[in-house]
């Protein structure tokens, strides 16, 4: 426990007249439960009569953990995720302006400084160890898929690549034509359609844009009315586009270029990719208003090639209560 100490020769602090109780993880132990902490104690001028602050610093053992964050995507997730996370308190005379959590409040739950959790949101630090990812992922309730993610933002970045994969994986080609059961096609990373069967080119048909998958539901203007859950399948692309390429978007500059443009260019996308939902998982059928046979619903399924994990074959088959292919 810190004691009181006569700072009357010493000029008044405009601080805060309280203890203020700080932990800051430094750099990477094997072992959180075998970390050493030790007390640093200093006086900081505080107001005549005040308790001088005490910082309590992580001593840990280990070289200094390099992953860094290029941009401030790190900072965007962290704030997204906060904002909403469910708020503990639910009193409504004591509801707030904001929604989710407060940044003290993260702060608290992940054992770390607010200040450092500040700093974190806001770009300033860049080198947050593993086991302060890990502590966030616990304190922001995230999912598998969001932790991974969040600890994917700081991983060091890959080799640019100045284009998008334009041939699809044979294997998934030959799939995706053979597919008899619905429609099939193959996408990449960004959503480009690189191949499709004769059941998704009946579908796509419909569209002015086809060509890839976001600019289909964002910027042609029947895909609201062609889509009819088109709330659902934007929310469900836009996460998995985030998911698969967010943390290493700096590597594909193409894509980078097409997210700006896209954010530019329809409100209801900007949205989407901001609120940093990657994790929507519910989405498994999808609901397609044909002019003739009227509403079709699709089960789909997605899945990948080893040697391709930047592409994905997207299978429907029709629900048990829709029409077949055949009838489409």
Not at 39 to 63: D, E, H, K
Not at 95 to 124: F, H, I, K, N
Not at 218 to 229: I, T
Not at 272 to 289: A, C, G, M, P
Request: a negative charge; aromatic letters at 8%; charged letters at 25%.
């Amino acid at each position: 426990m810190p004691v009181e100490r006569d700072t009357r020769s010493q000029p008044a602090d405009s601080g805060p007249d309280d203890r203020d109780l700080y932990l800051t993880h430094g750099a990477p132990s094997p072992d959180l439960a075998r970390a050493q902490y030790f007390w640093r104690r200093f006086q900081t001028r505080p107001a005549p009569g005040a308790l001088a602050r005490v910082y309590v610093t992580q001593a840990v053992s280990g070289a200094a953990y390099h992953g860094q964050v290029a941009a401030n995507r790190l900072g965007e997730f962290l704030r997204a995720r906060r904002e909403a996370a469910p708020s503990q308190n639910g009193s409504a005379h004591q509801r707030r302006r904001t929604p989710g959590l407060r940044r003290e409040e993260v702060a608290a739950r992940a054992a770390v400084s607010t200040d450092y959790y500040t700093r974190l949101e806001q770009g300033r630090e860049r080198h947050p160890s593993p086991q302060v990812l890990d502590a966030l992922a616990v304190a922001l309730e995230l999912s598998s898929a969001e932790a991974g993610y969040l600890r994917g933002l700081v991983a060091p970045r890959g080799t640019p690549r100045t284009l998008a994969d334009t041939e699809p994986n044979e294997f998934l080609r030959l799939v995706a034509r053979s597919w008899e059961l619905g429609p099939a096609y193959v996408v990449n990373h960004r959503g480009d359609i690189l191949v499709s069967n004769r059941h998704a080119e009946q579908i796509l048909e419909y569209f002015e844009i086809s060509d890839n998958m976001l600019h289909m539901l964002f910027l042609d203007p029947l895909a609201r009315r062609m889509w009819g859950d088109w709330e659902a399948f934007a929310r469900f692309l836009v996460g998995g586009i985030r998911r698969n390429i967010g943390p290493d978007l700096d590597s594909y500059p193409d894509t980078a270029a097409m997210i700006a443009e896209m954010s530019e260019r329809s409100e209801e996308f900007s949205r989407l990719w901001n609120s940093h939902e990657i994790d929507v998982r519910e989405h498994k059928q999808k609901l397609f208003r044909h002019s003739d046979f009227g509403d079709i619903r699709l089960d789909f399924e997605l899945l990948t090639a080893i040697d391709s994990p930047g592409q994905l074959l997207v299978l429907h088959r029709t629900s048990p209560e829709g029409l077949d292919a055949e009838e489409i």
